[in-house]
């Protein structure tokens, strides 16, 4: 079946810019994830959605990011006022709910390059 | 706060070497352990994942990996690898409580090559 899917694959901003990444999860996963990747380490937590709430925002790094799933399954991550640290690749991720829901399936990821 | 780290940044072997890769990780509760690999231009994909029983866990191409809860870790082994093997390997580690979400917290990486 489809996997995660993120659009756009590639974004360009300039600085002081708003720019929206968009995440599709795979059909029937309640449980969605986004994580940013910095160049040269591991994925590191943002926000964590089961259904359209967010349960953990904690990794968020501040109130210029948000993030939506109005109905529970597309996702959006919202970027304002972008600043050059903010380039990254953006994961997301998805799975089952549950006890045994633990493995996530990632997405390609957004490669987001703020000049 | 959970931590992973791993050891080598960076291993550059042959084919048909052994391949080992540390992963140690801190973490005062009970958690679910994983190893996913992300090859040249693909996305991360699970190689293995411990959530209880047999410490030694099998995975996918041969990977195995050994939980030792007293040494906090988690190694990645394969005996003889293969070229195919080039990738990006990513030790990952998730809380058992369930308020936690299952969000994971991953160490650096570790790039491997293997020199046909």
């Known amino acids: 079946g489809a996997g995660v899917s993120q659009t756009p694959s590639n974004k360009v901003t300039e600085k002081g810019k708003y720019v929206e990444l968009r995440c599709d999860p795979i059909?029937?996963?309640?449980?969605l994830y986004w994580y940013r990747q910095s160049l040269g380490q591991g994925p590191e937590f943002l926000i964590y959605?089961?259904?359209?709430?967010?349960?953990?925002d904690s990794g968020l790094p501040n109130d210029r990011f948000f993030a939506v799933r109005p109905e529970g399954s597309v996702s959006t991550l919202k970027i304002q006022r972008t600043e050059r640290g903010d380039s990254a690749v953006y994961l997301c991720?998805?799975?089952?709910?549950?006890?045994?829901?633990?493995?996530?399936?990632f997405g390609p990821g957004t490669r987001l390059t703020v000049l | 706060a959970q931590s992973v780290s791993q050891h080598n940044h960076h291993v550059i072997l042959s084919e048909a070497a052994s391949l080992e890769l540390g992963c140690n990780y801190s973490?005062?509760?009970?958690?679910?352990l994983f190893w996913y690999v992300q090859y040249p231009g693909q996305h991360l994909q699970l190689l293995l994942k411990?959530?209880?029983?047999?410490?030694l866990v099998k995975g996918i191409k041969g990977f195995e990996a050994e939980f030792i809860k007293s040494k906090f870790s988690f190694n990645l082994r394969k005996p003889s690898v293969q070229w195919s093997d080039t990738a990006e390997y990513f030790c990952?580690?998730?809380?058992?409580?369930?308020?936690?979400?299952?969000?994971?917290?991953f160490g650096g990486g570790t790039r491997v090559l293997v020199k046909p």
């Open positions: 991720a998805s799975s089952l709910g549950g006890p045994r829901g633990n493995e996530q399936f």
């Open positions: 059909s029937g996963h309640t449980a």
């Open positions: 959605f089961q259904g359209t709430g967010a349960a953990d």
């Open positions: 973490y005062g509760g009970t958690v679910n």
């Open positions: 411990y959530f209880s029983g047999d410490p």
């Open positions: 990952a580690v998730n809380s058992r409580i369930k308020a936690a979400g299952n969000k994971l917290t």
